[in-house]
């Protein structure tokens, strides 16, 4: 039996992609950090982690980027769900009772139309949406509400006040599935994430976006962060998509030439809902 970590508790977000990416029975291991998530996974704790990589409406969650590179670790698959944000509270209550609502940031951000019209509930961070909603319920705490999903409301018997809150009604997020092994090469794998960094000369970047329009690779993500110990330096992480391996394995050819450092982060199947 496969040990998954999730960053959050059961009735989270990141336990439904567990549930439905493996298909099979899991051993879960509840973490309320991704810097838990990834370094359990470094350390061979855990066989796999799920961690969300980018939303729809609040964009790149831009540390894990980072964790996955820092720690050495392989994407090997990637797995988008809706997010339907629900909040929730102690059976009875009312919205204009609620003082504070708790939740993952990520969650409160992809809200923030709703809360406008409430301006007198007072939005709190916290480390996860199932556990904010476990919390409430184990210490029957009123006046608070929650951000969470309908399976966390059945799970720890809170009420539904309203449905459906976040801004956008399409509102997906992307998780990636991350290993210490490589990836296994197949021929249902289309996509790869890969890392380099260039040179401040002219038209660098243009170059290796060239370089994938030559090799019928085709351009789905790019995402800059900057390099710590260098100021003003980046490296970018793309994430392509291919018709054939060799493609692939043509364009990392040229792009190592053409670039100052290179690295493959994964090679897996693209899982985008068209």
């Known amino acids: 039996m496969n040990k998954v970590a999730i960053q959050g508790i059961k009735g989270s977000y990141h336990h439904q992609v567990a549930l439905e ?25 855990c066989e796999f982690g799920v961690m969300a990589i980018e939303n729809s409406i609040a964009g790149s ?10 720690l050495n670790l392989k994407i090997i698959g990637e797995y988008y769900i809706n997010i339907n944000h629900q909040l929730m509270a102690i059976p009875g209550s009312k919205i204009q009772d609620l003082d504070t609502v708790a939740s ?19 939005l709190v961070e916290d480390k996860d949406t199932a556990h904010v909603a476990y919390t409430i319920k184990r210490d029957n705490i009123k006046k608070m509400g929650a951000i969470a999903s309908i399976q966390a409301s059945k799970m ?16 997906e997020t992307r998780f990636v599935i991350i290993s210490k092994s490589d990836f ?23 170059l290796i976006l060239n370089i994938f329009n030559q090799c019928s690779l085709n351009l789905t993500k790019i995402q800059s962060l900057p390099i710590i110990e260098i100021p003003w330096k980046y ?17 990392l050819k040229l792009i190592d030439e053409k670039s100052e450092s290179l690295k493959l982060l994964g090679v897996y199947q693209n899982n985008i809902n068209d």
């Open 235 to 251: 490296s970018f992480f793309v994430d392509i998509t291919f018709d054939l391996y060799d493609n692939l394995k043509n364009a």
């Open 21 to 45: 990416y493996f298909e099979t029975e899991i051993e879960l291991a509840e973490f309320l950090s991704f810097n838990e998530v990834a370094s359990s996974v470094a350390n061979n704790k």
């Open 61 to 70: 969650i831009i540390p894990n980027y980072a964790l996955i590179d820092d």
């Open 104 to 122: 993952h940031p990520m969650a409160l951000l992809q809200c923030k139309k709703f809360f406008k019209n409430h301006p007198k509930i007072t």
């Open 184 to 206: 296994e090469g197949n021929s249902i794998n289309n996509k790869a994430s890969l890392k380099f960094s260039l040179s401040h000369k002219t038209g660098s970047l243009a």
């Open 156 to 171: 720890y018997g809170l009420e539904i006040l309203k449905e459906n809150i976040q801004t956008i009604k399409n509102n």
